[in-house]
T-cell receptor
């Protein structure tokens, strides 16, 4: 069965430090989608990125970057020069098709960025 | 109103009650979703609607009944719930380009309804 593991339960960093959030997934499908979401203290989920299994190119969006490696079944998320506003719970998720079939979330990583 | 709105924001109900959660999106999207976030389990995708048709039901008990009367509105009808159904219920919408499926596009979330079942 598919599974998403986020081994880091909580991370604390000081502002301006770089931080990487790990995500390891398991699936038997060759076609699948990976996601990252952010949930700030306000509680509203924010969609960050979707990546399909055929696209292993790393992606950068401002201070955010994602490293997708099929060889290690990982889809890690790095925040460069972290800011207090980055404090949130971050979820990694996997879907085995583009309609949400077998859509599973990881348990989340709570990131605290201290001033 | 902008974005995705959900009402009510908080709901307390007994196990024998029938209630409904409402979600409305003002983004012109054609796909909508229900998610459940409980304290003891990971986030779950419950239902996916695209063009008002249900396209995914991830093994959700029948005491949860979704309804999508049009592309802007999504309801979750609740009946004979259990205390373990207490959770934050999140609605989201996206634009299904019909080339890739609804889950392939950016989702926008509402603030959620905090449900407590007594």
């Amino acid at each position: 069965a598919q599974k998403v593991t986020q081994a880091q339960t909580e991370i604390s960093v000081v502002e301006k430090e770089d931080v990487t959030l790990d995500c390891v997934y398991e699936t038997r499908d060759t076609t699948y989608y990976l996601f990252w979401y952010k949930q700030p203290p306000s509680g509203e989920l924010v969609f960050l990125i979707r990546r399909n299994s055929f696209d292993e190119q790393n992606e950068i969006s401002g201070r955010y970057s994602w490293n997708f490696q099929k060889s290690t079944s990982s889809f890690n998320f790095t925040i460069t020069a972290s800011q207090v506003v980055d404090s949130a719970v971050y979820f990694c998720a996997l879907s085995e098709d583009n309609y949400g079939q077998n859509f599973v979330f990881g348990p989340g990583t709570r990131l605290s960025v201290l001033p | 109103e902008t974005g995705v709105t959900q009402t009510p924001r908080h709901l307390v109900m007994g196990m024998t009650n029938k209630k409904s959660l409402k979600c409305e999106q003002h983004l012109g999207h054609n796909a909508m979703y229900w998610y459940k976030q409980s304290a003891k389990k990971p986030l779950e995708l419950m239902f996916v609607y695209s063009l008002e048709e249900r396209v995914e039901n991830n093994s959700v008990p029948s005491r949860f009944s979704p309804e999508c009367p049009n592309s802007s509105h999504l309801f979750l009808h609740l009946h004979t719930l259990q205390p373990e159904d207490s959770a934050l219920y999140l609605c989201a919408s996206s634009q299904d380009t019909l080339a890739g499926g609804p889950i392939t596009d950016t989702q926008y979330f509402g603030p959620g309804t905090r449900l407590t079942v007594l």
